[in-house]
T-cell receptor, first 112, second 114 residues
């Protein structure tokens, strides 16, 4: 059973606010990912990390930033939220040597 | 430009019958593929995968077929059950810009009717 958690599950926030989406995993996985998904669309990779102090940008450009200070924790931050950031954000993790990723339940963000 | 395409947004099947979900890809360098299932308000869960050295992989009711020459794969669910109703995503391992990461299709929503 995969153990990866995201908080909050739902967030409605006003334009200009700073937000942090939390993601934690208890599997000891080195690699972690953030995806953005709009309804009926594919998952787009926005950030990933190979391990502590490693962060990389994904295939989709994003105004968000990430950090990886601890293996189990991979938070995503938006300094100034805008309505265009409204989307579902999915966190995932995997071992370094496998392709199978384990996903959290997601955070549905609405920026008004 | 989409590299992984799932051209059917939805599929409806009767309980007990076969469900066939299709996926096409454009990059002939892709050599490992995965299928994920996603229920509403949950994250995707891994279902089954296939390497390009095989043309078929089976796990219980789920079988994935790969046709490399056609750049096509399909997921067969036999027999289909109402609990299989979910969105199914096809994904390919990307050896391009974000090495070893996944490129997803848009998904197919499967409805299995009792």
């Amino acid at each position: 059973e995969a153990d990866i958690y995201q908080t909050p599950r739902y967030l409605v926030i006003g334009t200009g606010k700073k937000i942090t989406l939390e993601c934690s995993q208890t599997m000891g996985h080195d690699k972690m990912y953030w995806y953005q998904q709009d309804p009926g669309m594919e998952l787009h990779l926005i950030h990933y990390s190979y391990g502590v102090n490693s962060t990389e940008k994904g295939d989709l450009s994003s105004e968000s930033t990430v950090s990886r200070i601890r293996t189990e924790h991979f938070p995503l931050t938006l300094e100034s939220a805008r309505p265009s950031h409204t989307s579902q954000y999915l966190c995932a993790s995997s071992e370094l040597v496998t392709y199978e990723q384990y996903f959290g339940p997601g955070t549905r963000l609405t920026v008004t | 430009d989409q590299q992984v395409k799932q051209n059917s947004p939805s599929l409806s099947v009767q309980e007990g019958r076969i469900s066939i979900l299709n996926c096409d890809y454009t990059n002939s360098m892709f050599d490992y593929f995965l299928w994920y299932k996603k229920y509403p308000a949950e994250g995707p869960t891994f279902l089954i995968s296939i390497s390009s050295i095989k043309d078929k992989n089976e796990d219980g009711r789920f079988t994935v077929f790969l046709n490399k020459s056609a750049k096509h794969l399909s997921l067969h669910i036999v027999p289909s059950q109402p609990g299989d109703s979910a969105v199914y995503f096809c994904a390919a391992v990307n050896y391009g810009g974000s090495q070893g990461n996944l490129i997803f299709g848009k998904g197919t929503k499967l409805s299995v009717k009792p």
